[in-house]
């Protein structure tokens, strides 16, 4: 019957206790004396009783003592991380009875109240369903985080009668993250990039002409080139005997008074600076090699197309002069050319490759200014010039030109 019986708390006891004195050392060994086959029996019982009634002991106890210790619901023994000198604030979740005692430790010792700068706030959470149980807030407030503090962790303790629960908190310097301004760098140096390329193609004359005024005097000297001109100008020849076309201003007043008087450049141009008699051919031929750039003016009149090349020795002299010497070839238009088909392969060549510059102004106005779209880009092709404005050359126009009628442009020629 006893066997049966259904296990409760009480009757659990009663059964340890039975069974601590029928096991107890002499009177097992009296009764085992007697009764030969007690000792089975007994040790039977021992397994039946241990099964049946020391083990819902065991989980009572077991239960009692899980439901009346305190729980620490968080931290749960972590680090966070704390920049130096901020401000703070840590919580301590405990679960519980209502009369468990709830307080943070730091190097061993609790909270003193009259600290500056560590302070402890409590609040308590009843539990509805239970009376017994409450949950306990330990708010611990850091108003600023000293060095100090990363060198212990704070401790969250949670006791009672029944047991101590602890947990802690180690503070910890930052990790720096570097991806972020990696990151950041880049994207800084891309639009850097993209910006600084959008502005040097859309000013780059401007900025390679303000390089050339500042910053070229204070670079090393070259070497001489032997080149005795900057440029070597060749023009249309002006249809019929006696008449001043807006080729001829161009050349022999507007031209140089913009790049030999404003901006010192030595210029060598036909029928100015040739003489009555010398071969059309050795002329062109030496002085395209004595100088640095050839300036081709090229105008509408499809009629003056025509000096662009029907001499074989002026198309000799260009072409070692071109192909050999290298010469940098610049392409002026008068006005719009709307065709090319009629030009030689050169000249459609190197206009695809390099593009012309078209003129844009009045030729009738007085001084140009040197600072105006079509001069600076002509400026662009030409060399860096060093030496400051030369006024070796007298500026006059062929109608006003003494002599004039005797130094006669002469035709010239590109080769094709």
């Not at 060994?29 to 007994?42: A, H, K, R, S, T």
Request: net charge neutral; with cysteine.
């Amino acid at each position: 019957m006893i066997l049966l019986w259904p296990p409760t708390f009480t009757s659990c006891l009663l059964s340890a206790a039975l069974y601590d004195l029928v096991t107890e050392g002499t009177i097992r060994q009296m009764l085992c004396g007697i009764f030969g086959v007690f000792c089975q029996l007994l040790s039977s019982l021992e397994i039946l009783i241990y099964k049946r009634m020391r083990s819902p002991v065991d989980a009572f106890l077991s239960v009692k003592h899980r439901i009346t210790t305190p729980e620490i619901v968080s931290p749960a023994n972590e680090t966070m991380e704390v920049i130096l000198g901020s401000q703070l604030q840590l919580i301590c979740n405990v679960t519980g009875r209502v009369s468990d005692f709830v307080y943070w430790k730091w190097n061993g010792s609790i909270v003193d109240e009259k600290d500056p700068v560590l302070k402890e706030d409590f609040t308590q959470l009843e539990n509805p369903l239970n009376k017994r149980r409450s949950t306990v807030l330990a708010t611990l407030n850091i108003s600023v985080v000293e060095s100090k503090f990363f060198l212990h962790p704070f401790i969250c303790l949670a006791k009672n009668t029944y047991g101590t629960r602890t947990a802690y908190i180690q503070l910890i310097h930052p990790v720096p993250d570097f991806h972020k301004p990696m990151i950041g760098i880049l994207v800084m140096v891309t639009l850097l990039i993209t910006c600084s390329v959008f502005i040097y193609k859309v000013f780059k004359i401007d900025i390679v002409l303000l390089y050339r005024e500042t910053c070229y005097d204070f670079l090393p000297k070259k070497a001489s080139d032997g080149k005795t001109y900057d440029a070597y100008i060749l023009c249309p020849k002006t249809p019929g005997d006696g008449s001043t076309s807006n080729s001829d201003i161009f050349v022999f007043k507007v031209l140089p008074e913009v790049l030999e008087k404003q901006c010192g450049y030595k210029l060598f141009i036909c029928g100015r600076d040739d003489y009555v008699g010398e071969s059309i051919a050795e002329v062109t031929n030496e002085n395209i090699k004595k100088s640095r750039r050839l300036i081709v003016i090229l105008v509408r009149e499809t009629s003056e197309f025509r000096w662009l090349g029907n001499s074989s020795q002026e198309q000799i002299a260009m072409y070692n002069a071109l192909i050999q010497e290298g010469i940098k070839v610049v392409l002026l238009e008068l006005e719009k050319i709307q065709d090319y088909e009629k030009m030689p392969e050169s000249i459609k060549f190197i206009k695809q490759k390099q593009g012309v510059i078209r003129w844009s102004g009045d030729m009738t106005e007085g001084a140009q200014s040197v600072n105006t779209r079509f001069w600076k880009k002509l400026r662009y092709h030409m060399p860096a010039q060093r030496q400051p404005p030369s006024s070796q050359h007298q500026l006059l126009t062929p109608a006003t030109q003494p002599d004039f009628m005797e130094k006669q442009p002469r035709e010239v020629h590109v080769p094709l």
